[in-house]
């Protein structure tokens, strides 16, 4: 997609801090990090949401899941991290290309969903 600002950083005309590419998927840091550690995952394909995925996008999603829990590794994220697809308007959608947040760092985040009882 032409104006499309996740493919321009995957065709290399916007810069990017990458972490990972392979034939498939480009991951790179989060421009405004909410956490220090927070890097993106998305797929060279251009998808707008994970509202527009579709059956032909099964083994592409699953390689992207599989390689989540490497990157986190790799990234620091050694006591888990938190994954987030914000998907259209409802969802907080900004950038209409399919990407995971991975995002973690030393402490725990705080709760996106509340729990009746938060454990420490
Ligand atoms: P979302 O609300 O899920 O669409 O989030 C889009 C994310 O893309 C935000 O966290 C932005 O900080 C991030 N972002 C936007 N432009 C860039 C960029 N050029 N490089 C890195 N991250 C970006």
């Known amino acids: 997609m032409d104006n499309c600002v996740f493919c321009k950083i995957v065709r290399g005309e916007i810069p990017s801090k990458k972490i990972y590419e392979d034939a498939d998927v480009f991951a790179f840091h989060d ?15 251009h998808i707008g949401s994970l509202d527009e995925v579709e059956d032909k996008h099964r083994s592409l999603l699953g390689e992207m899941m599989v390689l989540i829990p490497r990157l986190a590794r790799e990234q620091g994220c050694t006591d888990g991290f938190r994954t987030i697809i914000n998907t259209g308007r409802v969802g ?16 725990r985040l705080p709760a996106m969903i ?7």
């Open 92 to 107: 907080g959608q900004e950038v209409h290309h399919l990407h995971i947040h991975i995002v973690g760092g030393r402490e």
């Open 31 to 45: 421009i405004h990090p909410a956490a220090p550690i927070h890097f993106m995952l998305i797929p060279k394909l």
């Open 114 to 120: 509340p729990h009746s009882r938060q454990k420490e």
